[in-house]
DNA sequence: CTCTTGCGTAACCATTGAGTTACCTATTGT
DNA sequence: ACAATAGGTAACTCAATGGTTACGCAAGAG
């Protein structure tokens, strides 16, 4: 089942978490590590990482005091499909859109 | 450059743009043809277009009093472009990203 | 046991965003 | 010229969002 994780497209939304996302990829992170390379505060980046986590573009693992996130890329070949139906018209390269320009535009 | 065109991921982020894109992707259409179809009003449609536009997500093109809008897919590359330094990691099924957790929690 | 550290959460504030209704302009048809 | 139609824009409301500070609690460290 699919539930109600369209909200990657949310989730990616933000600029700060994208970049957390990017991190990321470079292994999982404590929060204070997250947060000591933004200059926003670090509950302002606990709160990013909770969006990130229900969408369940990270994963959280509790290690004594400290909480990995991890980064965990699956919900992105949603948006992956989503672009699919839209990577043929860049493949196409636009003619077929210049075509429909023109049967439509019929001048009489 | 790339200007600041990275309003893409915001402007991709509401459901009923999405919806938009999705129908354009049967040729142009007018305001109103666009607006019948959703259950918000026509003002809710232009400002949606309006912010697909500055994304350039769609082109528009007056013609007589209709104004017709169309896909451009081409904004959604740098999408793409953005998927890729993640694509690795689901072609790469993970075990990178296990390892990594292996390496950094290393136990005296 | 006590102090410190890591982090989540609550409470609050400012900004943004999506939606509405009302209005105005431009173009077409009679 | 005038009525009707297409659609943008202004003004406003309300909810969601991103940020902050203050606080609380669990898990080492001494």
Redesign the pocket.
């Known amino acids: 089942m699919v539930t109600q994780e369209s909200?990657v497209f949310?989730a990616i939304?933000?600029?700060?978490?994208r970049a957390i996302l990017d991190r990321l990829r470079g292994g999982g992170?404590?929060?204070?590590?997250?947060?000591g390379r933004?200059?926003?505060?670090?509950?302002?980046?606990?709160?990013?990482?909770?969006?990130l986590h229900e969408a369940r573009l990270v994963t959280?693992e509790?290690?004594?005091?400290?909480?990995?996130?991890r980064l965990n890329p699956e919900p992105l070949r949603e948006l992956d499909r989503w672009l699919d139906d839209y990577r043929r018209f860049w493949t196409l390269n636009l003619l077929n859109l210049k075509k429909h320009v023109e049967s439509k535009g019929k001048k009489p």
């Not at 939304?13 to 978490?17: E, H, L």
């Not at 992170?29 to 947060?35: D, F, L």
């Not at 933004?38 to 969006?51: C, E, G, Y």
């Not at 509790?62 to 996130?69: A, H, V």
Request: hydrophobic share 30%; proline share 5%.
């Open positions: 909200n949310q939304a933000d600029p700060t978490r992170q404590a929060v204070n590590e997250i947060a933004f200059d926003v505060s670090r509950p302002a980046i606990s709160k990013h990482l909770r969006v959280e509790r290690d004594g005091r400290n909480r990995i996130y």
